[in-house]
């Protein structure tokens, strides 16, 4: 998949998420031990994308859908990659959907990808 069809998004790398996020270091560590935000080596910096990111917290809807795609089998990079893709399914990338409050939707076509 080329990166031009991919959803446009910057990215954060974890001293980004501290300052945003008003969390400490440990905290923010937390945010992706629960699943809360993914995150992977990007040019080789760990970051996330920050559409990941509404309000100054993570989507709410986000967890949920992270960790029906780690079930499937899914790793950071295929999670992030699949979120921030086109999906004919949904007939856009999934984090637009779930920005768009569709997090059911989302996650039953997740649960599809096993």
């Known amino acids: 998949m080329s990166e031009t069809s991919r959803y446009e ?3 954060l790398t974890i001293p980004d998420l501290v300052e945003l996020l008003d969390e400490s270091l440990g905290r923010v560590r937390r945010l992706f031990d629960e699943h809360y935000l993914v995150g992977s080596r990007r040019d080789g910096v760990f970051k996330v994308p920050a559409v990941f990111i509404v309000d100054g917290r993570p989507l709410a809807s986000l967890r949920g859908t992270i960790i029906v795609l780690h079930d499937a089998g899914f790793d950071p990079d295929e999670t ?8 004919e399914t949904i ?24």
């Open 80 to 87: 992030i990659d699949w979120l921030l893709s086109p999906e």
């Open 9 to 11: 998004t910057a990215w």
């Open 91 to 114: 007939g856009m990338a999934p984090i637009e959907a779930l920005l768009a409050g569709r997090k059911s939707e989302v996650r039953r076509v997740a649960a599809t990808l096993a």
